[in-house]
């Protein structure tokens, strides 16, 4: 049974850092596509970073330069460093993975493509 679990969200200040981690079984972070996602209130749940199973890596553009995801094999977690926040962060994070396209940058495939962790609030006030 695959299972993601998050942790790490919270309330930041603007300009502050926060990071999560997704601890993963039932799959591996090394052999599959992971990937962060986030969804505001009103708005479709979009990817913010991805990383597959080559650790090749992109993200969307808006967090560019001021977030970094990242995984330890060993420890089967994916991660999400926050720096330099702003407000416009502000969503529900999900972590992501897609275990059977591992060398994918799974970016654009269908929301029901994905296992998902259970959503943590980020919240950065002004």
């Known amino acids: 049974q695959v299972r993601l679990v998050e942790s790490g969200g919270g309330t930041v200040q603007a300009g502050g850092s926060l990071t999560r981690s997704c601890a993963g079984s039932g799959y591996t972070v090394s052999n599959s596509c992971m990937a962060w996602f986030r969804q505001a209130p009103g708005k479709e749940r979009k990817w913010v970073a991805i990383i597959n199973s080559d650790s090749n890596i992109r993200y969307t553009e808006s967090v560019k330069g001021r977030f970094s995801i990242a995984k330890d094999n060993a420890k089967n977690t994916l991660y999400l460093q926050m720096s330099n926040v702003r407000p416009e962060d502000t969503a529900k994070y999900y972590c992501?993975?897609?275990?059977?396209?591992?060398?994918?940058?799974?970016?654009?495939?269908?929301?029901?493509?994905?296992?998902w962790g259970q959503g943590t609030q980020v919240t950065v006030s002004s």
């Open positions: 992501a993975a897609e275990p059977f396209r591992p060398k994918e940058l799974c970016y654009g495939l269908s929301l029901s493509s994905y296992y």
